[in-house]
C-alpha cells in the first residue's frame, strides 16, 4: 500500500521515497505541483474549492513526467448524486490525457453505482461512512483509494482490507506521534517484504 501524504514534499519525503519506493508518493493538487521522483497521484482540489483552469493547467503538467497513478476525477464532497453528475462532465476530458481516472465514492455510493468507465476507485464522503463502506469498494477488480487516512490505526485497517493506496496531511506536519507511527509502519512492512502496488 503507498502512502500520500498530502500536499507535503521535502527533503525528508523524498528521502523515505529512497528508502520505501513502494510505500510512499507524492499527492499533487492544483496549484501545488511537487516534482514527481516516484509514485504520486493528481487530486482535484474539490475539498478546498475547485478551479477548473487550475486542474487542467496540472494536468498538462503532469503530460512532462511519468504518468501519475490516477487523477481525481471532480467530485462534490459528501454528495454522491452531485458527484456523479460531475463524472459524466469531466470524466472523458480527463481519461484524454491517457492517465487513470478515479471516480470519488462519496456518501450514498454504492458498489453498483461506479461507473463502467472508472479506473480507481477514491474512497471519500465523510468519516462515518466511509469507515463503514471500505470494505464494499474493495474486491470489485478496480484499485482503491481511500482519503484522509491520517492515523495508524485507519492506515493499518486500509491496508489489512487490501486498499492500494491511502492520503493524509497530518504525516509530514512534526515530527510527533503521526511521523512515528509512519516511520514505524514504513520499518515493519519492509522488513516483513510487505509491498502492495
Known sequence: MILYPANHTSKITRELGELYPDRIGVMNTPGSWKTPTGHYCLDNGCFKRFDEAAFFAMLEKAKGFHAPKFVVCPDVVGCHDRTKVLWGFYSRRVAEYGFPVAFVAQDGCTPSAIPADAD????????PWKSENIHRFVGLGLPVHVGRINTKNNLEYCERMGVASVDGTGWMRARGK?????????????????LFT
Request: hydrophobic share 40%; proline share 0%.
Open 120 to 127: 480507481w476507485i477514491f474512497v471519500g464522503g465523510g468519516d
Open 178 to 194: 503521526q511521523f512515528n507511527d509512519m516511520m514505524e509502519w514504513f520499518s515493519r512492512n519492509q522488513k516483513q517484504g510487505v
